[in-house]
């Protein structure tokens, strides 16, 4: 607020006393001075937010408990296993960013969103970060500052600007009814994010006066965090060291045709599926409705694609499955699926392909082998300077990288809400960001019956799409399409 005595003379004089009093307790919050007002603004805002909403002052303090912000972690985390590469091969063109989106009913009030990301931040301060450079690796600093919810106005998963102190490495941004967390890959993977954004959009409720209660995905923001959720769960891992070892580079492959654009994505498209029905179809071919999407895909990545070769797609996995670690930080390995162009000519044959090859290469024993690779990986260059290190996986995340696989198609999966968000929260979707080589990326998630598959187009090629929607609509698995405008002109 501007002038702070306007503020309480918004208030009777019993209510004063009760104002004054919470905000003497408040002034021992753990932040920086700047940080501090800003802070102390914020609950301002949301006091006169519920007042004009005929809320009792009372009952408005009861919803915004002061000792969540007296506690100061002041700590930092090594980079888990996985993302160790992240930091080291993003450059201009590429970095690795996602986004995790929830719908609501109504549209969103910045006052609230604020508060409810200051009090979520608390819960999970991993994501309270930035990042450092030490000798050998990155590592992540905590860091006890405001992070601001933003209003949309810029491209999915534009870059994060994490080359500054205090700037953290994930955004919350609203448009509409649509809340938001983009996240650079290094501190967590889609589920780590899921969680995150589920909590805020739960305690954003919650702090509107609605009844709420929790779940694996919406935790208590008013908790203090544990420290089994910020471990690294590779670390966890007991692998067979004579298990097989699965590469983690991989041959070049074809690609979809289309000129790539110059500003990526170009686009990002949304195709609303009927859970049910896609369910009843993947019963009566005897596939998940992973594999299924899976083929119809590769279907339409043949049409799509005018050379001869092999077409590859990646399939990120995640390892919780196979081992019982809630970590909210990245657990994801991923695999490739394999068919010959020349064998896409026929559904059942690709149906049974794509099947025998996710039962083979997505199992627990393929996916260690991928595992222990990665943790060798990591193990050998643990030794190597940073500044040694970095030009090094510029130069083969450039050469190799995403040249390997023809698409991504990372499946999030069906996400529970709890049952006090369900009657709020009406659709997700799931985005996927820069990619220096592939046309497309295919992410997909499903809350409240509905699978959401989102394609992220790096060019302005429609071939894929219109095919994907031909195949959809002829099984008449199609809800809704929805989607940005293209971010690129034809040329």
Not at 86 to 97: A, D, I, K, R, T
Request: proline share 2%.
């Amino acid at each position: 607020m501007d002038n702070v005595s306007d503020f309480y003379n918004n208030f009777n004089k019993n209510d004063q006393k009760i104002i004054i009093n919470y905000f003497n307790n408040l002034k021992d919050i753990k932040y920086s001075k700047k940080d501090k007002i800003q802070v102390i603004n914020d609950f301002m805002k949301y006091i006169l937010f519920c007042y004009d909403m005929k809320m009792k002052v009372s009952n408005i303090l009861k919803l915004i408990p002061i000792e969540v912000f007296k506690k100061d972690e002041s700590k930092w985390y090594s980079l888990d296993t996985s993302s160790k590469i992240y930091p080291l091969s993003m450059n201009e063109e590429w970095m690795s960013v996602f986004r995790l989106s929830l719908y609501l009913n109504d549209d969103i009030n910045e006052i609230v969103l604020q508060m409810a990301l200051n009090y979520t931040i608390r819960r999970f301060p991993l994501f309270s970060t930035s990042i450092h450079k030490g000798f050998f690796w990155n590592y992540l600093d905590y860091q006890n500052i405001r992070i601001k919810v933003y209003k949309e106005d810029n491209i999915p998963c534009s870059r994060l600007n994490i080359s500054k102190v205090n700037k953290s490495a994930f955004r919350v941004i609203y448009y509409k009814n649509r809340i938001s967390c983009e996240y650079f890959h290094l501190i967590c993977d889609a589920h780590g994010g899921m969680i995150f954004l589920t909590s805020l959009v739960n305690e954003y409720l919650r702090l509107l006066g609605k009844k709420v209660n929790y779940n694996e995905y919406a935790w208590n923001t008013l908790l203090k965090s544990s420290n089994f959720e910020n471990e690294d769960a590779f670390l966890k891992t007991s692998i067979d060291k004579n298990i097989k070892k699965i590469s983690l580079i991989d041959k070049r492959t074809l690609q979809i045709d289309g000129r790539l654009s110059s500003i990526k994505p170009c686009q990002v498209i949304h195709f609303d599926i009927d859970l049910d029905k896609i369910h009843v179809i993947a019963h009566k071919k005897n596939v998940t409705i992973n594999q299924l999407i899976l083929s119809y895909l590769f279907m339409v990545i043949g049409i799509c694609t005018s050379k001869n070769g092999n077409i590859k797609i990646q399939v990120p996995v995640d390892m919780r499955k196979y081992y019982k670690i809630n970590t909210i930080r990245n657990f994801s390995l991923y695999n490739t699926i394999s068919i010959n162009k020349k064998n896409l000519n026929n559904i059942d044959n690709i149906l049974k392909e794509v099947r025998q090859q996710s039962n083979e290469k997505l199992s627990k024993e393929v996916m260690d082998g991928v595992m222990l690779n990665a943790k060798n990986l990591v193990h050998y260059l643990s030794f190597i300077p940073l500044f040694i290190k970095k030009p090094l996986a510029n130069f083969i995340f450039k050469y190799f990288s995403d040249k390997s696989s023809t698409i991504v198609v990372s499946n999030l999966g069906n996400i529970i809400l709890p049952n006090s968000m369900k009657s709020s929260v009406t659709s997700g979707d799931f985005v996927l960001g820069t990619n220096l080589s592939n046309r497309v990326l295919v992410s997909i998630i499903t809350i409240n019956k509905v699978l959401t598959l989102s394609i992220s187009k790096f060019t302005t090629n429609k071939s894929f799409e219109n095919n994907l929607y031909n195949l959809l609509k002829k099984e008449n698995l199609i809800i809704n399409i929805k989607g940005s405008e293209e971010y690129e002109y034809r040329k």
